[in-house]
């Protein structure tokens, strides 16, 4: 995965929220999270040299996916995923999964939280294990981290954070208003599987509450984006002819 970043975060949360900076079209410094074993993934390092974040993939292939990281803006992040299972694999398996309605849309949402198909299986795994990594990489944000959290470390966050992932499979004429998450939404993220990028099937990022400067985040298969939850909307959509299958995963306060 590689990723962009821009200026999202949680500011409902009644926290100080610096205005957003505009887009910038050059890249700073790419990072990469390195692969130390089969099924290992390194990530962050505590100052001792210590990884609290390692994940382990225990999926059928290894890697399943690999991650890269390219700071563009600040929080939200176009990621490029590099899955150890070809486009027309992916595709087919979730043509055939079947698909469980949801109301809150009028039926042009459907969800897959429990596939039966091993390769999905696999990438829903490989998601789940390397969802705190995704976390740990946000944590690692000067506005996320100090600004809005106010964070001591990243374990802080991660500790008490839980995340939900799932198929989606969007049917031509879905669309979402343009919104923010519920308070308890840390961060989402979304992984895109169809074989060419449309923009009648893209996530758009909003940079001002006008909603004058916006972002559209790619919907070919291979990319992706993962974002902190705040007060300027995002809205995505299916204004296509055909579906659109995506996985998406959020992280939420676990409050106990």
Not at 216 to 224: A, H, I
């Amino acid at each position: 995965m590689k990723w962009y970043h821009s200026r999202l975060l949680i500011c409902q949360f009644r926290v100080r929220v610096p205005a957003p900076l505009p887009y910038k079209n050059t890249l700073r410094q790419s990072t990469s999270l390195a692969w130390t074993q089969p099924g290992c993934l390194r990530g962050p390092f505590k100052a001792d040299g210590s990884n609290p974040l390692s994940v382990f993939l225990y999926g059928t292939k290894y890697p399943t996916m690999q991650i890269n990281f390219i700071d563009d803006l600040d929080v939200i992040n176009r990621l490029e995923i590099k899955w150890n299972y070809s486009q027309s694999e992916i595709y087919q398996a979730l043509e055939q999964e079947e698909f469980q309605y949801n109301n809150n849309y009028g039926g042009k949402r459907l969800w897959c939280g429990h596939p039966t198909n091993p390769i999905l299986i696999d990438i829903l795994d490989s998601l789940y294990k390397n969802a705190p990594v995704l976390l740990g990489k946000m944590c690692e944000q000067k506005d996320f981290r100090e600004d809005f959290w106010r964070l001591q470390s990243s374990e802080q966050m991660i500790n008490n954070a839980s995340a939900t992932c799932s198929f989606l499979l969007d049917k031509p004429g879905f669309t979402t208003t343009p919104h923010v998450d519920c308070r308890t939404t840390i961060c989402t993220g979304m992984f895109f599987f169809n074989d060419v990028d449309d923009e009648d099937q893209s996530t758009f990022f909003y940079l001002d509450k006008e909603g004058t400067n916006k972002i559209r985040m790619s919907s070919q298969f291979g990319t992706g984006w993962y974002a902190a939850n705040f007060d300027l909307p995002h809205l995505g959509m299916n204004n296509s002819q055909r579906d659109r299958y995506t996985l998406i995963l959020t992280h939420y306060l676990d409050l106990k």
